[in-house]
């Protein structure tokens, strides 16, 4: 059996850097289905930003590879948060001044990996082996 991987990238997520990465870090090296269950339960706003990206990735795996993927052995093989584009704004202030400050944004990559399904002629073809071995066997008796 062969790993496949699959990304997906999220951009301009409207949440700090900081803040994403402390979600991204509960989900790190875990399986898919265990890490959407996490993020459904937690009670921070990336949380949704993440799992997002995450079941983005999951489907480009499932959906897009030349082989078929077991949705059971699907990891999260990387994750990471990185800033974004920082967008310029202003809060009017006392005295007709205007105060500045920043909309930070992040983005998020998930990369997945995945193991193949076992083919089922192999399976049968193993089976019927052993099942030619059997009768072979009683033969000689």
Not at 9 to 15: C, Q, T
Not at 37 to 50: G, S
Not at 96 to 119: D, H, M, Y
């Amino acid at each position: 059996m062969t790993t496949h991987f699959a990304h997906a990238y999220e951009k301009g997520i409207d949440s700090q850097p900081r803040k994403t990465n402390v979600v991204a870090a509960l989900v790190r090296d875990r399986y898919v289905a265990d890490a959407v269950v996490i993020l459904e339960h937690t009670p921070r706003r990336a949380a949704k930003a993440v799992r997002k990206a995450i079941e983005s990735a999951n489907a480009n795996l499932l959906n897009n590879s030349k082989v078929s993927i077991d949705p059971k052995t699907v990891r999260i093989a990387r994750i990471f948060v990185t800033s974004g584009t920082r967008m310029r704004r202003y809060v009017p202030a006392s005295r007709g001044r205007a105060l500045p400050f920043e909309k930070i944004s992040s983005n998020i990559f998930v990369e997945v990996a995945g193991e193949e399904k076992v083919k089922k002629a192999a399976e049968t073809a193993k089976k019927s082996e052993k099942a030619e071995a059997k009768s072979v066997e009683k033969e000689k008796k």
